[in-house]
């Protein structure tokens, strides 16, 4: 299928911000929310208790939403600039 370029940045800045996170807490949220497992098979697969996955997925959720804020923060900065510099140019 075709994925507009608008589509595909957000999927790279996505699993960028994936990739950032620690093991511990990207593998579950992959198998989760990518992958579709249970909370339940999971806990089968990596041989760790119910209550730990449940907890690293919340965790890892987190995480994720601090690595997207601070890249829509450093996005819009980078735009304010840009526009800044556009302010003082005049047309002559």
Known sequence: TYNSPEKDELI?????????LAPRYRIPLIL?????????????ILRLPLGTVKARISRGRNRLKK???KVADWGASQSTEGEKNHEGIKAT
Do not use: C, H
Request: aromatic residues 4%; without cysteine.
């Open 12 to 20: 790279r800045t996505v699993r960028a911000a994936l990739n950032r």
């Open 32 to 44: 989760k929310d990518l992958e579709g497992f249970s909370q339940e098979e999971i806990a089968q």
């Open 67 to 69: 690595e997207l804020a």
